[in-house]
């Protein structure tokens, strides 16, 4: 991998993500050498992916070049690359290109879209948690709208025109609330040749409640909010099937739809190599003490998504989102350094911040510890603490000139279809040869 | 296609370039119906798209959506199809989604790179006239970098890190340029344990002067300012070959490169299906009298890049740029409401505005027809022609955002390969599943 050997320990970090990051910050410019290894070239902001999935922003301004953060830090390395194996035996990460010992290493791989072993649904719906994915979801809600268009029968059109949004967390209602905003201010306009009422949204939530983590009094709201945008919200709903073509659930109700997003669940992306016995089984995650030590290793450690610290308030491990993801990676990057200089190392205690979600123009639900907020001043709580935690100036910049202009125009302009979605059903009129465009 | 039929008179305009627009908007709110078929859903503005490929701009700032474009117009119906042939007997235009009658036809369809027949160039350099192209050759650059720092072998690495780029018109002189500037201000910061000296940028022109079109100054002041920057220029070379290792030439020098950038030719994007004889061979453009109407046919019309108007000034059709295209689609668009009127047509006769190219900051070469500068201001009047001709008031903004920041922070942010490039040769180390990313 052609990385140079000093006399400083080597310190492998995997994943760029929110809990990567805080750990090489916290272990810049101290005598180690830091090795950050991740498959894409820049960190994703995921909050904001389905902004991008809903033509508001374009996905550059919320990916951020990794080699940048780091241009001016001693002894860093990055490189671009997937990690296969780790052979903890011999303190060696196995990668895409090539072998590289480690002193210390730090999984923090994050997490994946959970379809719960249903292949069928994992070959036919979209999910969302990467750029390309969410530009996928881009693409191919342009082109259905483009091939309602074009068929006569009334069952087809209304088919390519159903959007089924499978779960209820923060990402379907997200997702769900922009949708609803395209079908009011964007598509009549883009397709007057349509009857925009044939639109659907549905969302499908398994449970009673929308946004199950958060308060009572923002799952009410966030309903509420979505009703009135006309979205159809199906609650102790199950999706158990989706053939391409029709969507089949534990209820009566099924759903004929052309595009289906599953947001139904998330996985730890484990990497492969550690003992069996260190894995959560179903979450995928890894056991971690207090620490972020992974059980039965002295020098590896998972954080975020990737790990399940077991404690007494959060039993089956952290939430997989942002905060709890920085929060261990600072931490563990000052204890790593801690450790190295034979000093104490702090127990890991979560600082709980809260959660929020928007739905649409001037409406979110915002709940901080103490205080539970809905509607418009919790909408540009939301947007400014979004704001805040993008990195890079130049995104926050374009971010926000972006919603200035969505907000006043009530437009969405990055509607594009730049690299088609290849679809995998019978409705795909057009021949996609991707070399030609 | 699902479009109806009214009393009105069709007329049916292929292609959303420049050309294709500015015919359309000329036929607004007419007593005609208007479809534009394009195979994209957005407008390209191609000027722009080299920034584009260097990571200066998000593609989505250069592409606008082409239905937004005409959101309030009556009568306009827009389809995203590819055309696969014209039956003029009929008055039929064949396309992927179907087929539809017109009245009068407008073929717009620009143009495409001209590989001159070499089949093995084609498959291996890059090209550049759309987005998707473009974003190709941004992945590239940035992923030849990455292979860079993983060979031990000189020479390889020498390869990795040589662009060639062929063809010395405005295309190949901006593109020239930019690369030198991420060399200059940002490759050494990203990639501080490769020494960037060895990077090397060639502009390989067949002929003895640079921007051919333009004046002898402007020529003369590009390529000093090209070679301040440090770009290597080569005169009166001819490209022969390229087998994905070698670039070969006519002369006695030889390149061995991994990105190979073909800029040395475009021809017309001619549509199937009408007489051969109206067809010049070498260019592939439509011949087309003074008023842009096709030879032999008295309802179709070729404008912009694909239409080749022979006159005393222009003996081999206009420049293939923007200008003509726009002066030639408002024009037409003109003579059909005349036409359909009973009207007297007005004959093409091409404004010539001038042109300019921008090699780098503070560096660009402007002709207008009675003045002709170079240096600071002509890089800030090529920056307000280019800002103000693009379409749409979001793009603007975040394009001129953008630039203030480049400037500003010499940097270029968006080095994002969002998309890998699959290579087509030895040196991808990496397994490129793009469905997992």
């Known amino acids: 991998m052609n990385i140079p050997q000093t006399s400083f320990p080597r310190v492998v970090i995997i994943g760029g993500g929110f809990a990567g990051l805080a750990a090489a910050r916290a272990l810049e410019n101290q005598e180690l050498q830091v090795v950050l290894i991740d ?16 033509g508001g922003l374009e996905p550059d301004s919320i990916a951020f070049p990794l080699r940048k953060r780091f ?10 690359a997937k990690v296969t194996n780790i052979n903890a035996e011999r303190n060696i990460v196995e990668t895409t290109i090539g072998n590289l010992e480690y ?10 879209t959970n379809f719960f072993g ?14 390309p994915q969410a530009l996928n979801i881009r693409s191919l809600v342009l082109e259905n709208f483009e091939d309602a268009l074009l068929v006569t ?7 390519l025109m159903n959007f089924v949004i499978v779960g209820g967390g923060p990402t379907g209602v997200e997702l769900a609330g922009a949708l609803a905003e395209m079908k009011k201010a964007i598509l009549p306009k883009d397709y007057p040749d349509l009857d925009i009422r044939q639109m659907k ?75 069996q016995g260190c894995v959560i089984e179903r979450a995928n995650r890894f056991k971690v003490d207090e620490y972020n030590k992974v ?20 039993e089956r491990g952290h939430p997989m989102m942002a905060q709890p993801a920085i929060q261990q990676g600072r931490l563990l990057g000052k204890n790593i350094l801690a450790k190295l200089k034979g000093k104490k190392l702090k127990p890991f205690k979560y600082k709980d911040k809260g959660a929020m979600a928007t739905i649409g123009r001037n409406k979110a639900v915002v709940d901080l510890p103490k205080w539970k907020f809905q509607g418009v001043f919790a909408w540009f709580v939301w947007m400014f603490v979004h704001l805040f935690s993008l990195i890079g100036f130049r995104n926050k910049v374009i971010v926000f000139m972006n919603w200035v202009y969505n907000y006043i125009r009530f437009d969405r302009e990055t509607r594009l279809i730049i690299r088609p ?17």
Chains 1, 2 share one sequence.
């Open 39 to 54: 498959k894409h070239n820049y960190h994703t902001f995921q909050p904001l992916l389905y902004q991008v999935a809903t």
């Open 71 to 80: 241009n001016d830090i001693e002894n860093f390395y990055f490189r671009l």
């Open 103 to 112: 002193d210390e290493l730090i999984i923090a791989t994050g997490s994946t």
């Open 118 to 131: 249903n292949t069928n649904i994992q070959k036919y719906a979209m999910e969302m948690k990467s750029v």
């Open 153 to 159: 029968d009334l069952e087809e059109r209304l088919a």
């Open 201 to 275: 949204i549905n969302l499908i939530q398994s449970s009673g409640e929308l946004l199950k983590g958060m308060s009572e009094a923002s799952s009410r709201k966030s309903e509420e909010f979505l009703r009135k945008l006309g979205v159809d919200i199906w609650k102790d709903l199950r999706v158990v099937d989706y053939d391409g073509e029709t969507v089949r659930t534990d209820g009566e109700d099924h759903f004929k739809a052309q595009t289906v997003i599953w947001a139904a669940g998330v996985k730890g992306d484990a990497v492969k190599g550690l003992n």
């Open 295 to 314: 059980v039965g290793y002295d020098n590896i450690y998972a954080i975020g998504d990737v790990a399940c610290m077991q404690t007494k308030d959060y």
């Open 421 to 437: 979605y290849k679809k995998k059903n019978k409705y795909s009129f057009k021949e996609q040869e991707n070399g030609n465009y």
